[in-house]
C-alpha cells in the first residue's frame, strides 16, 4: 500500500530546532512537498524537493531557516527547522506525487499522496 509517514513534530521554544521526517512505502516519488496548516488558517506551502536532483524551494517565510533533503536508501525526505518562531506553529504534511514538476510545484492540487500530519508547535 503506498503511503506516507510523517515523524518528528514536537513542541519547543522559540529559537530551537526541530526535524520532521516523511517516510515513503509503496513506490519512489518525484517530487515531495511540505505543507503546514495553523489553527483557522489554510494549509499552506513551506517546501519542495525534487526525488532524483535534491533541488529544493522554500516559501519566503522560511528561507533561510528551513532545510528540505533526502536520504535515497531510506526513501525518506526531512524537513530541518531551525530558528523556529512561534508563527511555525502549525500541522505540517508531507505531500508526494510521481509526476516530475519543477520546484516550482507550490500548489497543493499538484501531489495526490498525502500524510497524516505531524504537530510542530513552538512556544514563545
Known amino acids: 500500500q503506498v503511503h506516507l509517514v510523517e515523524s518528528g513534530g514536537g513542541l519547543v521554544q522559540a529559537g530551537g530546532s526541530l526535524r520532521l521526517s516523511c517516510a515513503a512505502f509503496?513506490?519512489?516519488?518525484?517530487?515531495y512537498a511540505w505543507f503546514r496548516q495553523a489553527p483557522g488558517k489554510e494549509r499552506e506551502f513551506v517546501a519542495v524537493?525534487?526525488?532524483?536532483?535534491?533541488?529544493?524551494d522554500y516559501a519566503d517565510s522560511v528561507k533561510d531557516r528551513f532545510t528540505a533533503s533526502r536520504d535515497l536508501a531510506k526513501n525518506t525526505v526531512y524537513l530541518q527547522m531551525n530558528s523556529l518562531k512561534p508563527e511555525d506553529t502549525a500541522v505540517y504534511y508531507c505531500?508526494?506525487?510521481?509526476?516530475?514538476?519543477?520546484?516550482?510545484?507550490?500548489?497543493?492540487?499538484?501531489?495526490?499522496?498525502w500524510g497524516r500530519g505531524t504537530q510542530v508547535t513552538v512556544s514563545s
Open positions: 524537493i525534487t526525488w532524483y536532483t535534491g533541488t529544493t
Open positions: 509503496g513506490r519512489i516519488f518525484s517530487s
Open positions: 505531500a508526494a506525487t510521481a509526476t516530475y514538476y519543477s520546484v516550482s510545484a507550490h500548489k497543493e492540487s499538484l501531489y495526490n499522496n
